[in-house]
T-cell receptor
C-alpha cells in the first residue's frame, strides 16, 4: 500500500460545478497537509496548507482534513476553466525525515469545460 | 526574481554524458529541496539542504547523483553518466526556515531528456 493514494482521474466537470478532490494516507505521523496545483509544464503552486485536522477556506477553495479517517479533501466552488490543472496532495510529519520530506499523491488531472 | 529560479528549463543530453542543473532559491530562504517527477509518477524526494549542509541525501537514486549548495544560496544537482531512466522533471524548492511548518515553494523545473 502506498503511503498516499490519490485518484489520477481524469476528472471532467462543467464550468460552475463544485469539484471534490481527495487523498487517503496510511502514515499516522503526518501532521501537515497541502494541496498544490500544477499546470502543464509548470512547477507545483501551493494552494492550501493545513495543520492537523479541521477545515480551511480561501476564496473558492476549501481544504478539509480528517485525521481519524486519514482522509483529506479539496473542494473548489464555482469552478472555472482556469482551474484546469493537475492537483497534488502532499503531507509531512512533525519530526525527523518526515518533517522535511513531503510525500505526494500522484495527482488528479482536472478539466473544467466552458 | 521573486520565485525559485531553475536552469536550464529544458535539457536534452546523450546517454553517458554528465549534466548540471542549477537552482536559485527565494532570497533569504535557508532550506532547499530537490525533487524528481517522472512521467506518471508522483514527486520523489531527492535531497534536503539546511544552509550549505545536506543532512539527508537518502533520496538520491544512485551514486551518479550528487548535489551541493554554496553560500547558503545556489544549489547544483549533478547527474553523471546519464541513463535513459534519468529522464524526468527535476524540481527545486525552498522554504524560509527549517521544516516543518514553513511553506515550501517550487520552481518551474528542469525538464531533462536523455536520448
Amino acid at each position: 500500500q502506498k503511503e498516499v493514494e490519490q485518484d489520477p482521474g481524469p476528472l471532467s466537470v462543467p464550468e460552475g460545478a463544485i469539484v471534490s478532490l481527495n487523498c487517503t494516507y496510511s502514515n499516522s505521523a503526518f501532521q501537515y497537509f497541502m494541496w498544490y496545483r500544477q499546470y502543464s509544464r509548470k512547477g507545483p503552486e501551493l494552494l492550501m496548507y493545513t495543520y492537523s485536522s479541521g477545515n480551511k477556506e480561501d476564496g473558492r477553495f476549501t481544504a478539509q482534513v480528517d485525521k481519524s479517517s486519514k482522509y483529506i479533501s479539496l473542494f473548489i466552488r464555482d469552478s472555472q476553466p482556469s482551474d484546469s490543472a493537475t492537483y497534488l496532495c502532499a503531507m509531512s510529519g512533525d519530526s525527523g525525515a518526515g518533517s522535511y520530506q513531503l510525500t505526494f499523491g500522484k495527482g488528479t488531472k482536472l478539466s473544467v469545460i466552458p | 526574481g521573486a520565485g525559485v529560479s531553475q536552469s536550464p528549463s529544458n535539457k536534452v543530453t546523450e546517454k553517458g554524458k554528465d549534466v548540471e542543473l542549477r537552482c536559485d532559491p527565494i532570497s533569504g530562504h535557508t532550506a532547499l529541496y530537490w525533487y524528481r517527477q517522472s512521467l506518471g509518477q508522483g514527486l520523489e524526494f531527492l535531497i534536503y539542504f539546511q544552509g550549505n549542509s545536506a543532512p539527508d541525501k537518502s533520496g538520491l537514486p544512485s551514486d551518479r547523483f550528487s548535489a551541493e549548495r554554496t553560500g547558503g544560496s545556489v544549489s547544483t544537482l549533478t547527474i553523471q553518466r546519464t541513463q535513459q531512466e534519468d529522464s524526468a522533471v527535476y524540481l527545486c524548492a525552498s522554504s524560509l526556515g527549517s521544516p516543518p511548518g514553513n511553506t515550501i515553494y517550487f520552481g518551474e523545473g528542469s525538464w531533462l531528456t536523455v536520448v
